[in-house]
């Protein structure tokens, strides 16, 4: 067995137990409606006779099929047929598009159960981040048991930051998308899943950046491109946060910046400027090696003090990360 069965075995173990304790809940509480996040149990029953081309290791059916469910039931799409990329925080699937979306392909991206326990919660992101509901709201800090439950980490506590890391990537990408950005258009989620426009074909998905080799001119281009973005997101005050070529998608000559759940606030996290730094330096690293030089510290200052001087963050520290 490999690390990758071990680590599922590892959290299937958990997931199981999650089940079967919501549905032990169920049995002696009726459940509120939007109280908390969906039941997954209620999740699994959605699941039956689901259609799925692509076939899934043994220990991914279960969770792959509940992950999606909703994307069935609110015809959303009809099959999935292929993996795009196992990740070790999520896994991205080909998904056949219904008509009424306008898309003919749909990229599926669901959360690995080990996001339940292993979050991304590290301290410079969620810095100065609310905690968002599934419904996209921020917690109010004046919900004592919800802060509790998060603080202490229990299984409830988990899954609300859970589904506030994927509500901060879906409402990111939404905003973002509406502005005209270079992001997927996103179409649905769920607790445990991302449904969003996809690049590539029905063969292959687009590779991410780091592999692409560019020529002078078009490389000058796409770093354009690339810095647009980041100074679209700055007019926002969002800053991605994990910018690289390895959550750039290349596809037809255009780019699409991916991987937003570590969307960073310029005016409440206190680590935002050297999170911008970071964002541009390995961008121009990249470009630097397709022939484009560039001054990553310089861009960096520059958009910092345009976009954000008049928004200055309270007590910046000066970390190095
Ligand atoms: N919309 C999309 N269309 C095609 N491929 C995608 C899309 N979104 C993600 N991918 C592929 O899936 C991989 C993982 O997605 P990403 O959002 O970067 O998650 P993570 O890096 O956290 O696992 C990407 O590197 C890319 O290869
Ligand atoms: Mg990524």
New binding site residues.
């Given amino acids: 067995m490999n690390d990758y069965d071990e680590t599922y075995l590892d959290d299937l173990d958990f997931y199981e137990e999650q089940l079967s304790r919501s549905t032990r809940q169920r049995k002696t509480a009726k459940r509120k409606q939007n109280s908390r996040p969906a039941d997954a149990a209620e999740v699994i029953n959605l699941a039956a006779g689901v259609t799925m081309t692509y076939v899934p290791a043994r220990f991914e059916a279960e969770w792959l099929k509940a992950s999606l469910a909703s994307f069935y039931t609110d015809e959303m799409i009809s099959d999935v047929t292929a993996s ?2 196992g ?4 896994s ?1 699937y080909r998904c056949k598009a219904q008509p009424h979306t306008g898309e003919t392909l749909l ?1 599926a ?1 669901v959360y690995r159960p080990r996001q339940f326990r292993n979050l991304r919660n590290d301290k410079l992101y969620r810095d100065g981040r609310t905690i968002l509901t599934p419904d996209g709201r921020p917690v109010k800090t004046t919900d004592h048991r919800m802060m509790r439950a998060i603080g202490k980490k229990t299984t409830f506590g988990k899954q609300v930051s859970h589904t506030s890391w994927l509500m901060h990537e879906f409402t990111t990408l939404e905003q973002l998308h509406r502005l005209g950005a270079a992001v ?1 258009k996103p179409f649905a989620v769920n607790d445990n899943a991302l449904l ?5 074909d029905a063969k292959t ?2 590779p ?1 950046m780091n592999g692409v080799r560019l020529e002078a001119r078009e490389a000058q281009r796409l770093f354009a491109e690339v810095l647009r973005n980041i100074e679209l997101m700055l007019m926002q005050g969002l800053i991605h946060g994990d910018l690289s070529a ?2 750039i ?1 290349y596809w037809e000559g255009n780019v699409t910046l ?2 937003f759940p570590q969307i960073t606030y310029a005016a409440t996290n206190s680590h935002a400027q050297e999170i911008l730094r970071r964002d541009i330096t390995r961008v121009c690293e990249y470009f630097r090696a397709q022939g484009v030089a560039s001054q990553p510290h310089q861009i960096a200052a520059d958009l910092w003090t345009r976009y954000t001087e008049s928004n200055p963050v309270e007590d910046l520290m000066p970390t190095t990360i």
């Fill in positions: 795009v990329k990740g070790k925080e999520a991205v990229a991206k997927p969003m426009s996809y690049y590539g998905a687009a991410t390895y959550n998608l991916i991987d």
